[in-house]
């Protein structure tokens, strides 16, 4: 806790901590109002939120409402209990198709790969878009809906700032489950857009709405919804005063490092948000995609890069989420086929590696694995020699280090008038490159041009790179100010 203050964050994201199987890293929710013995319990968790607050850091926590796990007590009970009974409205059973039903009910494919629906020993079959071990509830059964709402209030009750809703686009399947056209993957949790009929139906705004009403009631409080819908007149339904307060953008995540795509990125990002009460929402990496320095290239490159990103995510006006070890630059880890935990890795067919590569414990200090994270050296998923450079202890010493630019990043855009606006102009700028200011004026200049590019006029307030006579390296940004 000291250190997340020292480094200046408002607020955390805590991913599901409630008891689980662990079948998807906590997103299979046996019991969404308690604690993951693993993890600690009720009484540990007032604990933390109480530190938090004492120091001025909100907590948010994951709201998991598409699915719960299989060993959740409902789904144990629909698996008990006959077809068409009330325990098995809660989620979705359907009889398959074909002759003896031997069919699944229609063509979705799960996120993870094979079929959407696992067949039950009565012949029935049950929806999961994600793991067998992640049946989906059924929001158009009241009781579903009157549950999230108790979760809701529960955490609230405890103190919670708010939430991250997961699969916010899910939650609502259409009428008759028809087939989907058939589309080529794209990868993890892509958007398909129309004619993916699994996810953004128009029903899932009805689900929105009853969860602000409860927000509502908890003044301060907020939601920011995982909503992997590419359209932006379509992602601006959710931040409907009363829907969502904020959506990941999911553009700057998954743009390549270009001018052009950084530009469209934003632009979509900030076009989304403009018809909405919701400020933007900027993501670099989190526990479901390469992390950044890998996907910028790797190695010093993309180490280059992501300092050179971190001052344009954290220029640029709205929210920013930093994902853990975002600011150890940290890079993805190749893991060996047999700590692989992620369900992709299976169901794949072991042709995808999933997102284990990013989900490496943060190393604090140290020489050596496990870089006091752990008592043990058998953390959870293996962590990798090498990595003594980039623990805590090694960076806070190092002004130049990832983190010390996070930590001087993160207190000029707290604390700065220069930072201050809601939005930005984009200004000319030398080919390649990104220049914007904001109304407070702060300039952010990033150079993508492929040579030193000269800075323009104003004081250097904070630089990823020595700007050296007033240039400004290749894969580098600056922030000036007037
Ligand atoms: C979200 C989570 C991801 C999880 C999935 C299913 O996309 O971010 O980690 O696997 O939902 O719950």
């Known amino acids: 806790m000291p250190y997340l203050a020292d480094l200046g964050v408002d607020a955390l994201w805590i991913t599901p901590f409630y008891p689980s199987p662990m079948a ?18 009720l009484a540990g968790f007032d604990a933390l939120l109480a530190d938090a607050h004492a120091r001025g850091i909100k907590v948010t926590v994951d709201l998991v409402p598409n699915h719960s796990s299989h060993q959740r007590e409902w789904f144990t009970d629909a698996l008990a209990s006959p077809a068409g009974s009330p325990a098995r409205a809660r989620y979705v059973f ?33 929806l999961h878009l994600f793991a067998p071990e992640q049946p989906d509830l059924d929001f158009t059964n009241p009781e579903v809906v009157e549950d999230l709402e108790e979760t809701l209030r529960f955490w609230l009750d405890r103190g919670v700032d708010g939430f991250r809703i997961d699969v916010a686009h899910g939650m609502a399947k259409p009428t008759g489950l028809p087939d989907m056209v058939p589309m080529e993957d794209t990868g993890l949790l892509a958007d398909h857009g129309p004619g993916d009929h699994r996810f953004d139906q128009d029903e899932v705004h009805l689900v929105h709405r009853r969860v602000r009403a409860v927000l509502d009631r908890y003044p301060g409080t907020m939601a920011v919804g995982e909503v992997w819908v590419a359209d932006d007149a379509r992602l601006a339904e959710y931040l409907r005063p009363d829907e969502l307060h904020l959506a990941f953008n999911f553009k700057l995540l998954t743009a390549a490092w270009g001018r052009d795509e950084l530009r469209t990125a934003i632009d979509h990002s900030l076009a989304t948000v403009a018809s909405t009460p919701a400020p933007a929402c900027w993501v670099l990496s989190n526990h479901d995609r390469p992390r950044h320095v890998t996907r910028y290239g790797g190695g010093e490159l993309g180490t280059r890069r992501a300092r050179a990103a971190v001052l344009l995510q954290l220029a640029l006006p709205g929210a920013a989420y930093v994902y853990n070890g975002d600011e150890l630059g940290l890079p993805d880890v190749d893991l060996p086929d047999e700590v692989l935990q992620d369900p992709i890795w299976a169901r794949s067919g072991h042709t995808e590696r999933g997102r284990d590569g990013c989900r490496v414990p943060m190393p604090w200090g140290g020489h050596s694995p496990p870089y006091g994270f752990s008592t043990s050296s058998d953390t959870w998923l293996p962590m990798p020699a090498g990595w003594a450079a980039l623990t805590v202890e090694a960076q806070t010493r190092d002004h130049r280090s990832m983190l010390s630019l996070y930590r001087r990043a993160l207190a000029i855009r707290r604390s700065s008038p220069f930072c201050a606006g809601d939005h930005l102009q984009w200004l000319p700028a030398p080919t390649g490159c990104l220049a914007f200011r904001r109304p407070g004026g702060l300039v952010c200049l990033v150079n993508l041009s492929g040579a030193p590019v000269p800075v323009p006029a104003g004081d250097v307030l904070l630089a990823s790179e020595p700007v050296v006579e007033r240039y400004l390296p290749d894969d580098a940004a600056v922030w000036l100010h007037p």
């Open 24 to 41: 998807d890293h906590g997103y299979d929710v046996a019991d969404p109002r308690d604690v993951e013995p693993v993890f600690g319990d």
């Open 94 to 126: 359907r009889d398959g198709r074909g002759a003896d039903g031997s069919e699944p009910p229609n063509n979705w494919p799960s996120v993870f790969g094979g079929p959407a629906w696992t067949r039950v020993p009565d012949g029935q079959w049950y």
